[in-house]
């Protein structure tokens, strides 16, 4: 929703006309995105399941189809849900959206996953014992 607004703030052509608007845009591209991902993933494993020289040009060309296609999705399934009271812009920024969404994405997973020194249990702080004599 942050990376969205943020768009919305500095890209004129991006346009949310009101909060409520906002968050659930924000929440239909987590779920496009994440059906995205999936198909990204499907598409890298057709590429490296792919034995012959035909069958990973055939693979590329669906990697690059889901890839580039997936903006065009995202456009329509926007003007579908929300027609004209949300726009998206064009290819090129929703393109820069969805990079940004990804990294923002990336890194808060990043961030979660990542150990905390807060919760790490307390170092004891006892002294060993002294050996006896």
Known sequence: MVVLNLFVEYFPSV?????????????????????????????????????????????????????????????????LVFGDAVALGGFISVTLLIIVLMLARAAVRWLLGRPRRLSAPPRSRRRPEAQPR
């Open 15 to 79: 346009i949310s006309e009101t909060f409520t608007l906002s968050v659930l845009t924000a929440v239909l591209l987590k779920v496009v995105l994440e059906v995205v991902v999936a198909a990204k993933k499907r598409a890298k494993g057709w590429f490296t399941a792919a034995s012959t020289p035909w069958g990973k040009a055939l693979a590329a060309v669906g990697l690059w189809v889901v890839l580039f296609g997936s903006k065009f999705v995202v456009l329509e399934v926007v003007d």
